[in-house]
C-alpha cells in the first residue's frame, strides 16, 4: 500500500514579488510610521527592502547621523529640523554619505553649522535642488558664497539670515543661475543693489519673497523684467512708496500671485502701477495697508483672472465693496478678516455679485448681522470656507441657515458667536465638514453635538474652547461618530472629566490635545489617551491639577510621538517629568509652577532630553541649576524662557471676558 506524502512549502510569497512591486507597497504606508517599522522588523529581507526604498529622511538625533545615513543609502530628501545642533562635522558625515543622491537639505532649525560645512556638503552634493537655511542668523557672506558653488540649484531659502550683504547674495545670483524660488525675508542687510544683481542673473526665478527688506523702487524694473516670475512678495517694503511707483514702466505680464501687505506708503495709484499689465493676476494679498476705497476696486476691476483677494485688517469703506461687488468676473476666495467699517447692505450687495465664492473670511467684523449671512448663504452656495469669529450681531436664527444653503461646507469658524444647537443641527447636513470651531459658544449643548457626531463623519478638527455647555455626553458622540478626528480643543469646560478622554482615546489619529483648564480629568483619563492615541504630537495639560506621575509613565511609554507639552500647574514630580524625557521627539516643554518639582530634578530631566530645542520654566528656577549645565544645554541648540509669573488659580471660568472688554453676565 503506498502512502502519500504532503510536502510543505516554506517558500515566502513576497520572493516571488519584484522589488518594484514591494516599493510601490511600501509607498502606501508612507503616512504611517508604525506600519512602515513593522514591516522593516518582519524579517531580513524586509528590512534590507525598507532601507532600499526610502528617500526621506527626518533624523531625532545629530549623533545618530551616521549610523541612520549608513542604514539608509539612498536618501534623496534630508530634514534636520528636529536637530537644533548641526555643526561641519555632521555636515561633511551627510556629503560623504549622501553625495550625489541628496536633492534637498532642510536646515532651517539647526545652528552651529559654517561657510566650512556648507561648502563641503554642496561640493559633494552636487544634484542639490534645495536648501533652507531659514533662521541662519549667524550666517554671513563666507556661508553664501558657499552656497553659491551649487550649480544645480532652484529653491533656497534664506529667511532672517539677517548678516547677509549684498556681497553674499551677489555671489548667490552669480553661482546660482537656475534659481526659480529665493526667499529674503528679513534679510536686513540687503539693499536694491543686491536684489537687482538677483534679478540680472538669475532669469529663470519663479517666486522671490523680499518681505522686510530696506528697498525701494529702485530694484523694481529689474525684478518686473523677469520673465518667468509668478510669485513676488513685498510685505513689509516700507521703502516702496508712490512716487517711486509712479516712475515705473515695465510691467510684468507672467506675475500670477502678489503681496504687498503691511505697506502703508502707496495708494491704489502706485499699486496699479505696479501690476499693470500683469494679465494673469490670480492672488492679491493687500492685508493691513490703505483703505479698501472705491478707487482702489475700480484699479483692480479689470484684472479678469483675480480669484483670491485678502484685505485683513484694513479699513473698509461702503464705496469700496459695493465696487467689488461689480466686478465682471466672481472671486473665489475674499478676506476681510479683522476689517472695520465692513456692514450688513454693502456686504449683501458684494456677494451677490460674487456667487461663486468657495472660501470667505469675515473674522471680527463686528457690525453684520442676520442679512449678510441670509445674502451670503443664498448666493455663495457653493461655500467650502466661512470664517466669522466674533460676529457677535448675528442672531441664532442665522446660523441654520448654512445647513440648509451650503451643504458643501467643510471649514466653519463661529467662534463667540450666538450660535445654538438648532444651528448645530443644521450645520450636521454639511456632511463633508472637517473642520468646525465652536469656541465660546455659550448656547451650545451635548444636544447639538449629537447632531455633528451623527452626520459629520469626516471631522478632523474641534474647538469647542469655553463653551460650558458641554459635557462628556457631547465629547461621546462626537468621538463615536467621528473616529478620524485630529485636533480637538475642549480647554476650560469645568464639566469635563476622564470620560471624555476615554472617549477620545478612540480616536487614534488624534494628533492635538488641549484640556487646559479642565480640573475634572486626571492621571486615568490621559493614561487612556497614551494609550490608544499613538500619533499625539501636541499635549496641553496646563491647570489640570489631578494630573500626576502616572500619566507620565503612561506618555513615556506609548507617546513616543509627542513633540510639545505643557505641564504647567500639574501635580508632576521628578519622577513624572524624568520619564517624559525619554520621550525621543520631544522638543517643547513648558514647566510653571510644578509644586513636585526640585532644581535637581529639573537638572536630570534637561540632561534626559536630548532632541529638546525651548524650554519655559519659572525664573527661580535659573539660579538654582548651575550655569556650567544650563550653557551644555544650550550648546546644544535648546533656548530657555524664563517667565517671573505669579502663582494663579482661576476660580471664575468668566473672568475672561473682563479681559477682552465684555461683560461677565453675558451668556
Known sequence: MRTNKKTTCNCNPFDFLTEEIIFTILDYLNDDPFAKKSFSLTCKAFYSIESHHRKTLKPLRAELLLRTLHRYPHIEHLDLTVCPRIEDRMLNVVSLACKDALCSINLSRSRFFTNIGLSSLVSSCFNLVEIDL???VELNDLAAAAIAEAKNLEKLWLARCKLITDLGIGCVAVGCRKLRLICLKWCLKISDLGVQLLALKCKEIRSLDLSYLQITEKCLPSILQLQHLEDLVLEGCLGINDDGLSTLQQSCKSLKTFNMSNCHNHSHVGLLSLINGAENLRELTLAYGPSVTADLAKCLHNFSGLHSVKFDGCLVKCSGIRAIGNWPNSLKELSFSKCSGVA???????????KELRKLDITCCRMIMYDSVDSITSSCCSLTSLRMESCSLVPKEAFVLFGQRCQLMEELDVTDTKIDDEGLKSISRCSKLSSLKLGICMNITDNGLKHIGSRCSKLKELD???????TDEGIAAVTFGCPDLEVINIAYNDKVTDASLISLSRCSRLRV????????????GLSAIAVGCRQLMVLDIKKCFNINDTAMLSLAQFSQNLKQINLSYCSVTDVG???????????????LHLGGLT?????AALLACRGITKVKLHASFKPLIPKSLLGYIEAHGCVFHWRDKAFQVEMDTKGWKLHFGKSAEAP
Not at 517624559?580 to 520631544?586: C, E, K, P, T
Open 134 to 136: 531659514s533662521n541662519g
Open 344 to 354: 450688513d447692505d454693502s456686504l449683501s450687495f458684494l456677494v451677490q455679485g460674487h
Open 464 to 470: 469647542l474652547y469655553r463653551s460650558l455647555g458641554i
Open 513 to 524: 490635545l488641549e484640556i487646559r483648564g479642565c480640573p475634572h480629568v486626571s492621571s486615568k
Open 577 to 591: 517629568l524624568l520619564a517624559l524625557a525619554s520621550v525621543n521627539r520631544l522638543q517643547n516643554i513648558t514647566v
Open 599 to 603: 532644581p535637581n530634578g529639573l537638572a
